[in-house]
Antibody, heavy 113, light 107 residues
Framework: EVQLVESGGGLVQPGGSLRLSCAASGFTFSSNWMNWVRQAPETGLEWVANIHPDGSQKSYVDSVKGRFTISRDNAKTSLYLQMNSLRAEDTAVYYC??????WGQGTLVTVSS | EIVMTQSPATLSVSPGERATLSCRASQSVSSNLAWYQQKPGQAPRLLIYGASTRATGFPARFSGSGSGTEFTLTISSLQSEDFAVYYCQQSNNWPFTFGPGTKVDIK
């Protein structure tokens, strides 16, 4: 079964850090661009970051540049998002996606004191 | 950044009727345009890619058209399972961007 399962979300104080993980199965992970997309009620869907199949290229939306880092481990078929200096506006459900066609169910990140 | 707009924000349709949803890009995205369907509590699900290619699992009543800056999603005869929010998204330029969505609800 083709599957992406996110984990690592939770409640964190402003300025704190979280690391999201996404475990992939059922497809050739190492051949796919991987992505993090977030959804907040106020701002809708936002494509946060993506990473080349071999990890050589990474792109970030301006609002997270310098604070978030996307990475992957093809041997473990896993995707990660290290989030530092978190702000209230980072509060959202975070989805990992393989290309555009395979999505996880999301993990909720809440930044609040 | 390419700004995506969608209209209308809400579309009230009776089952069996046709629904036409519009998406506009602030600059050309060629045919690098996708549509997603999202139901409450679920992740977005890819519906259309390349502006007009239907994704696996969606019936032929869904169709996409357009190129450049103007795109349309048509649902020819709405079924109960089609009531959802529909988003367009461009992948022509980074950052990839989504429209604000069109909610299709029951009239």
């Amino acid at each position: 079964e083709v599957q992406l399962v996110e984990s690592g979300g939770g409640l964190v104080q402003p300025g704190g850090s979280l690391r999201l993980s996404c475990a992939a199965s059922g497809f050739t992970f190492s051949s796919n661009w991987m992505n993090w997309v977030r959804q907040a009620p106020e701002t809708g869907l936002e494509w946060v970051a993506n990473i080349h199949p071999d990890g050589s290229q990474k792109s970030y939306v301006d609002s997270v540049k310098g604070r978030f880092t996307i990475s992957r481990d093809n041997a473990k078929t896993s995707l990660y998002l290290q989030m530092n200096s978190l702000r209230a506006e980072d509060t959202a459900v975070y989805y990992c996606a393989a290309g555009v066609s395979i999505w996880g169910q999301g993990t909720l990140v809440t930044v609040s004191s | 950044e390419i700004v995506m707009t969608q209209s209308p924000a809400t579309l009230s349709v009776s089952p069996g009727e046709r629904a036409t949803l519009s998406c506009r890009a602030s600059q050309s995205v060629s045919s690098n345009l996708a549509w997603y369907q999202q139901k409450p509590g679920q992740a977005p699900r890819l519906l259309i890619y390349g502006a007009s290619t239907r994704a696996t699992g969606f019936p032929a009543r869904f169709s996409g058209s357009g190129s450049g800056t103007e795109f349309t999603l048509t649902i020819s005869s709405l079924q109960s399972e089609d009531f959802a929010v529909y988003y367009c998204q461009q992948s022509n330029n980074w950052p990839f961007t989504f429209g604000p969505g069109t909610k299709v609800d029951i009239k």
